[in-house]
């Protein structure tokens, strides 16, 4: 498995501002991927993440509202951007981990809790 | 394509069994089944492959029906620490590397003593 840290846990912000949340992973992953979860919903793929390449955005998301940043193996950022209530919501960032080669396990951080007031 | 999750919810008493199923009408590379309690993460229990494989950990354990597309997860004498929102997760078989999960809408199950 791998240990997964965000950063804020929380975070209550004004509409028209941007936060950005920050994952870190404690070994090296090759892809990343950004969830959001809204309340009691299920979880809904915002992006993939790998390093040295563009992320890949899902249908319904873009890259101008969230922006995405993978500087190297072990970390990566989220932007939510022009923040409005509708983006109040829970985002998480997951890593995939292979077993043995032939699994492909994905593990996720705490997530981030996000208020638009 | 979301899988489709059933039943929505389930309340148990500590020590019967729950089967919780999920389902694709697209072809599967794999099965993934996470646990979410309320305000955390989900939690990774296990994965299946195409092939018909069955996994187990303990008192939970899943299969996965290849032909069927489908795959059920199985709790037998379920414990309180059972409680909590069961989501499946799958990957497409013609994902090829992308490999992302797209998540069921979950199943509620309450164990109760």
């Known amino acids: 498995s791998a240990v997964i840290s965000q950063k804020p846990s929380r975070d209550i912000c004004q509409r028209g501002t941007s936060l950005t949340i920050q994952c870190q992973v404690d070994s090296q992953v090759t892809m990343m991927f950004w969830y959001r979860q809204q309340p009691g919903q299920s979880l809904t793929l915002i992006a993939t993440a790998n390093q040295g390449s563009e992320a890949t955005y899902e249908s319904g998301f873009v890259i101008d509202k969230f922006p995405i940043s993978r500087p190297n193996l072990t970390f990566s950022t989220l932007t939510v951007s022009n923040m409005s209530p509708e983006d109040s919501s829970i985002y998480l960032c997951s890593v995939e981990m292979t077993s043995g080669g032939i699994y492909n396990e994905q593990f996720f951080g705490p997530g981030t809790r996000l208020t638009v007031l | 394509q979301q899988p489709v999750q059933s039943p929505q919810a389930v309340i148990l008493r500590e020590g019967e069994d729950a089967v919780i199923n999920c389902s694709s009408s697209?072809?599967?590379?794999?099965v993934h089944w996470y646990r979410q309690k309320h305000g955390e993460a989900p939690v990774f229990l296990m994965i299946l492959l195409k092939g018909g494989e069955q996994k187990g950990h303990e008192k939970i354990s899943a299969s996965f029906n290849e032909k069927k597309q489908q795959s059920s997860l199985y709790l037998t004498a379920s414990q309180l620490s059972y409680s909590g929102t069961y989501f499946c997760g799958t990957v497409l078989l013609s994902s090829g590397s992308a490999r992302q999960l797209t998540f069921g809408s979950g199943t509620q199950l309450t164990v109760l003593p």
């Open positions: 697209k072809a599967l590379y794999s």
